[in-house]
């Protein structure tokens, strides 16, 4: 496969989780990274290695030989950068949730189409192999019709309300921040294994902390539990901590989730459930190689990842044997991986989350957001 330049906007989490990831497929090389600052974009360069930095993004979207770009910063400049990417020519593989709200999303959908460009939301947590093992099951019928699910997604980094990061912050991370942030996975998750559509939903959102302490200094995701409580400036919150979610799914099914950036001694777990006519399975991301099926008349059972023993199309996200663990990086690359593919080869099939995705995404964000206010159901 010819070889691919790309470039990297965001220079915190989740622009290192990229940035590895990309390097990884062999066939890709970041050209260039662009951050808030002309420091922040240097020091980040160095530390990967990459020497052409910048603060201003626009620089590397003149770059002809550029033809991917990833856009890793906080929400609020998405659509922004998205949008400016598009119209430079260049493939976007962008962070979820996609923008900040429905329109934001729907004119990049459109921008999109019309430039026919390769185009790609972040769910990467749908390409854990023993995730599309659930998925292969469900398809093949293994599991009968899809009757109930259930699950969450649970963190504690934002428990105290010395704990602080951009996006506990409505300008830079919309109106919805667990729900948006770890939420959207969820509700993209369920439908992508499913194949059914949420269809209505009744949700009730909290925010426990109405204050919190911003750090005087920059912090990075994840990290704030390592400060200490000397410099801080006390600012009001208006973004959710926690929220659960009663859904209907497709015309029969039923479930409920919750999310929670507050949940002590949860550090990413990521669960669901789906039970059918004929089974269960359940999985959980903090033990990522298992997959655990129930029985009604019958010994229930965990299968640990073993591509071998996999549905052909699953087997396909596993590229280590049994035995060898693939995580949280491993699936990044596994959407890196196809997105370029279809950088590539403009023939080559859509087999990664788009921006339609992340529309679809937005708009059950936004239907969250009304259910609440509301304290009702209401139809997506």
Sequence with gaps: MRKIKTAVFGAGFMGKVHSEAIRRLGFVEIAGVAAVSEEEARNFGNAIGVERTTANYKELLADPSIEAVHVCTPNNLHAPM????????????????LTLNVKEAEELVAIAAEKNLPNCVNHNLRYYPSVQQIRDMIAHGDLGEILIVNGSYFQDWLLYDTDYNWRVERKDNGDLRAMGDIGSHWMDMIQHLTGLKITALCADLQTFHKTRKKPKGAVETFTGKKLSPN??????????????????????????FAVSQMSAGCKNRFQFEIFGTKCGVAWN????????????????GIIVKDGSLFYPHAAGF????????????????????????KVADPSAAIDY????????GMRLLEKVKESSEKGAWVTT
């Design 82 to 97: 998205s949008k400016d990417a598009l119209l430079a020519g260049k493939a976007v593989l962008c962070e979820k949730p």
């Design 231 to 256: 410099d801080y400036t006390e600012i009001p919150i208006d973004t959710d901590d926690f929220g659960s979610v009663l859904i209907r799914l497709g015309d029969r099914a039923r479930g409920n």
């Design 285 to 300: 991301q903090e033990r990522p190689d298992e997959l655990w099926i129930g029985q009604r008349n019958a010994s229930n």
């Design 318 to 341: 596993a590229d280590l044997p049994g035995g060898h663990s693939e995580g949280y990086d491993d699936a990044h690359k596994q959407v890196y991986k196809r997105f370029y593919k």
């Design 353 to 360: 989350p788009t921006f339609a995705d992340g529309l679809w």
